[in-house]
């Protein structure tokens, strides 16, 4: 059975994430979900001292916790929330950075209901407070990543409501920027971060 | 029976909570937590758009779900994870804010068991790519809050091996700044914010 997160995503026990997480990384690494690949690539990026970026935990509502004698607190009953913001953020160079991450099996475009009106909002606010804001999107068949800003998400989002549903992908490569995609890290994020957002550094 | 989070503060019902934190704020507010406090607070900001703050989740894993017909999906046996960061963080003016908030019931001191390693080793990481990462520390008896950076805490922190326990409030009241309560926004820590790490701009 498939268990789903109210993001539409699919559940998986964190026990089963975790040993895929561990070894066997191989170059291609086709079982990785986007998700596993920024896990690690942010850690990278950590012990390089490169920048602090985590991923946010998933939001529940717990109602009933047992704690049992003599072990932790059990949770007994909860609930996936929907998240009020965006699943990633941190620092780098001083400055808050913000993106979102999702994945299509589509080939031609990228669908809109992947983002939620409250996340597009909280991309407004973070742009409003001068903070990065992108996303990162990855079409699976191609295996092809790119990040587009949130300027532009944002205009495709907002002409939603007159007929549009997806974002076609010549548009996410004339206004993205394509990931290389590596070893170590996996997805250098960064490198496209430095040139879009420092460009007078490099 | 008194339910504990790993971090040893008191569990509530979400429930419970929600119905505290909507009507009924008066100014002296004495049952309000500080958790609470900086929930409004940083809604207010968000409102004002002055900053993008949120609290995140705690971090719970999730080991079953059950996913019953024409309902949401349950959570039926989770467990509280130790956070690997602070709780607080986002953009203001541009810049990367994070910082943790705790309280104590003691006069005179503020144990520093109230912070974990990896929090301090965070801490650390975020002044590293000069991101403003400071505490916000509750004296409840006294009804004082004070805001101190975190090179302050990280240094007391590091003499803990060799005996320091708690950080003297003495020490606090000349290395921190005392933030002003008020009603509206409750904690108003922005105006510390302002003043210590943008002196410039004032």
Do not use: C, W
């Not at 291609?28 to 690949?37: K, P, Q």
Request: proline residues 3%; hydrophobic residues 35%.
């Amino acid at each position: 059975m498939v268990i789903r997160y109210p993001n539409g995503r699919q559940f998986k026990g964190e026990q089963q994430k975790k040993q895929t997480s561990s070894k066997e990384l191989t170059y291609s690494n086709r079982g990785m979900t986007l998700e596993e690949d920024l896990n690690v690539t942010n850690q990278y990026y950590l012990e390089k001292k490169q920048a602090v970026i985590h991923k946010k935990p998933t939001p529940v509502q717990i109602v009933q916790v047992d704690y049992p004698k003599r072990s932790a607190a059990v949770i007994k009953e909860a609930y996936f929330k929907q998240a009020s913001t965006t699943d990633y953020n941190g620092v780098y160079r001083g400055r808050y950075l913000d993106f979102e991450a999702k994945e299509t099996k589509n080939k031609t475009s990228f669908p809109l209901q992947n983002f939620h009106e409250h996340q597009i909002e909280h991309m407004k606010q973070v742009l409003l407070q001068n903070g990065i804001a992108f996303v990162i999107l990855k079409f699976v068949v191609t295996d092809q990543i790119f990040l587009l800003d949130a300027t532009h998400l944002i205009h495709f989002y907002d002409q939603k409501d007159s007929n549009r549903k997806s974002i076609r992908k010549t548009d996410i490569e004339k206004y993205g920027f394509l990931i290389k995609i590596g070893y170590h890290p996996r997805i250098d994020y960064l490198q496209v971060v430095d040139s879009v957002y420092f460009p007078d550094e490099l």
